[in-house]
């Protein structure tokens, strides 16, 4: 039967994170359980009634959601939209008109054969004739070329919809894995759907034209064939519409498995584990792990499809049976005397139209219905509202930001996570100041970046820029006052230009800007030396891509960082992939480079945390310590024990 409309997706969400609630094995992409759970029985009350009633619900849903469909295929291309919907009326037309005009060339070879008439009038019937299966063909040709060309533009119209609304999502909604699941069906999936769901639709009517005129046709021979041809398709209707379901279900639990596989298969064939693969001799391991998880995903799409194509087709010889019983009877009519020769073939003709229509429409209705379930998860992604957005009437962002920052009792706890990230942190930060934040892995030095940069609210206290609340601007024209470099920065696949400007897009074509901002990170002199200088495609994804190592790469998105003129420079371990010698000189250069901005930084090399004029230090997200270099040598707390354990090991090493 039919499932329930309505919260069908919000269920199997629920029931996934159940699951996953009670396992004890983390749902990595390499460990993880090689298991898609089985479908739970179908809950409430199982009489006639309440099936019944489910079923209307989820017609009721399905019907809802044709003109959200109709319009995303109109956004596509009217013209294409409305050449696909007036091809369907025709050609529902055109099964009729054939099978009667192949009663009139028989019968009219009939009359021929005992001298009632001519063959002149067998050539008229005949050009008819050639003029119908012609006007068939046509059809045929320009349906698929107008489903084809609306199925590219459909696919570039909501994969842009998908990009444009990401784009604007806040950060935890890409931290999520559920919500990343469902972004994956939203990006792979959905393109295909609306149009498929708009062909089903269009197919209803067309078979509901063709129904209406070939049951006129068989109700003058018997309403009891014509009640037979209508009843006899509807058990494989209901196992369709079962099985519809299923599947919907079936794709959108192996979500986190495909996941996992393409990362599985990332790590075998991309340049960027290539190295650790080999040396560690993974590559088996990995090749294995994504063989189990496929075999349980093939497992699983084969007992499907073998389970519903059984069903379908044991069901569909029913179907079978009535056509063939019903063509028995029209041609015992017209060995009786009853029925013409051309009468036996229209007639014939008419009651395996009508089961194919009636089978019809309920196969594309129950396309519309499997279709409309993944659409239904496109609708609750574009739905989805970000949670870091504008004041409805944001304060405008001051012409000149000094950069006076302050963190007033700030406390940031990840969703779902049990113990805060960062927790009662206050601190101030004047005009111009270069700041070091230090401290422990997980003591929360990359959230306190975040908040700053509106990735992210507080979950209590507020942050302040030259004495205003930060969530009383606009996040967007906020962070056009900030420049950073984070941690896990991003390689882009494109020029070494390109890479650079990408960090301030009105300079994107400003080449002496690009030069200025490569010199100030010190990256200058390697990206000369590349085959086309800055036009030299840097990666090897794409054609004559270069390859880069670990600290040049970070040099590259250093001056993506630097070409952005902001009063606010971040910088999230920007030494890290650096030598000694290119480390010392960058920060030999910092104060000048970050003349006039609130530098924060973050670092674990305490020889360039000391060159701040001010040292943040986080404990389990907590500001333990606060000051100068010296003030915190003298204080001897925390900072002054990292300090003296890292320099003992450079001295006694």
């Not at 209406?212 to 209707?237: E, Q, T, Y």
């Not at 209590?460 to 941690?487: C, H, K, N, W, Y």
Request: proline share 5%; net charge neutral.
């Amino acid at each position: 039967m039919i499932p329930g409309g309505g919260g069908g997706l919000e269920f199997m969400m629920a029931r996934r994170g159940r699951r996953r609630h009670a396992s004890t094995v983390p749902d990595s992409g390499l460990t993880g359980p090689v298991d898609i759970p089985e479908p739970q029985p179908e809950q409430g009350p199982k009489d006639l009634r309440s099936r019944l009633k489910r079923a209307r619900t989820s017609v009721a849903g399905t019907v809802r959601g044709l003109p959200k469909v109709a319009r995303l295929t109109w956004q596509a291309s009217p013209p294409l939209t409305i050449v696909l919907a007036l091809i369907t009326l025709l050609s529902g037309l055109l099964p009729t008109a054939t099978a009667y005009i192949a009663k009139l060339l028989l019968d009219s070879v009939v009359a021929a054969i005992q001298h009632r008439g001519t063959t002149g009038d067998i050539v008229n019937v005949a050009l008819f004739q050639f003029a119908v299966l012609a006007a068939t063909a046509v059809s045929s040709a320009m349906t698929s070329i107008a489903q084809t060309l609306l199925q590219e533009r459909m696919t570039l119209t909501i994969r842009h919809r998908v990009m444009t609304h990401a784009s604007d999502l806040h950060l935890a909604y890409f931290e999520g894995s559920t919500s990343y699941d469902m972004l994956r069906q939203a990006a792979q999936e959905a393109p295909t759907r609306p149009l498929s769901m708009m062909n089903s639709a269009l197919g209803l009517v067309r078979t509901l034209i063709t129904f209406g005129s070939m049951i006129a046709l068989l109700v003058a021979v018997s309403p009891l064939l014509a009640l037979v041809a209508l009843l006899a398709p509807i058990p494989a209707f209901i196992s369709q519409s079962k099985y519809g379901s299923r599947a919907f279900w079936l794709t959108f639990m192996m979500s986190p498995i495909k996941r996992r596989m393409d990362y599985l298969s990332s790590l075998v064939t991309t340049d960027t584990y290539a190295k650790e693969t080999k040396l560690f001799g993974l590559g088996q391991y990995f090749v294995e792990r994504f063989r189990k998880l496929g075999v349980v995903a093939y497992e699983r799409q084969r007992k499907l499809t073998v389970n519903r194509n059984v069903s379908s087709t044991s069901w569909g010889l029913l179907s079978t049976f009535a056509g063939s019983a019903i063509a028995l009877y029209i041609a015992l009519e017209a060995v009786g005397g009853r029925l013409t020769l051309g009468d036996l073939a229209l007639y014939t003709a008419a009651a395996t139209s009508v089961q194919a229509s009636v089978s019809g429409l309920f196969t594309a209705f129950s396309g519309m219905y499997e279709n409309n379930l993944y659409l239904d998860t496109l609708y609750k992604f574009l739905d989805t509202e970000p949670e870091i957005t504008a004041p409805g009437k944001p304060r405008p962002m001051p012409s000149t930001v000094e950069g006076h920052i302050e963190f007033d009792s700030v406390t940031f706890a990840y969703p779902g996570a049990e113990e805060p990230a960062l927790e009662g942190v206050s601190f101030e930060i004047r005009p111009g100041e270069t700041v070091a934040v230090v401290g422990r892995n997980g003591a929360g030095k990359s959230t306190l970046f975040k908040l700053l940069c509106r990735l992210y609210d507080p979950t209590e206290g507020r942050i302040l820029l030259d004495g205003v609340d930060i969530r009383e601007f606009d996040p967007d024209e906020l962070r056009t006052r900030m420049s950073a470099m984070f941690q896990d920065y991003v390689t882009y696949q494109g020029t070494a230009a390109e890479n650079i400007g990408l960090g301030q897009l009105g300079a994107l074509e400003d080449r002496a800007r690009i030069e200025d901002s490569a010199r100030r990170a010190g990256a200058a002199e390697r990206i000369e030396r590349l085959p086309s200088g800055y036009d030299s495609p840097l990666g090897r994804w794409f054609d004559q891509g270069v390859s880069l190592s670990g600290g040049e790469w970070q040099k590259i998105a250093l001056a993506r960082a630097f070409i952005r003129d902001a009063p606010i420079l971040i910088l999230d371990e920007p030494t890290s992939a650096l030598d000694a010698q290119a480390e010392h000189d960058l920060f030999a250069r910092l104060r000048a480079l970050a003349h006039g901005r609130t530098t924060l930084y973050i670092s674990h090399r305490f020889s360039t945390v000391r060159q701040a004029e001010k040292i943040l230090l986080l404990d389990h997200g907590k500001l333990a310590e606060h000051g100068t270099h010296e003030e915190l040598m003298a204080l001897g707390g925390n900072y002054a024990e990292l300090f003296t354990l890292q320099a003992s090991a450079y001295l006694n090493g």
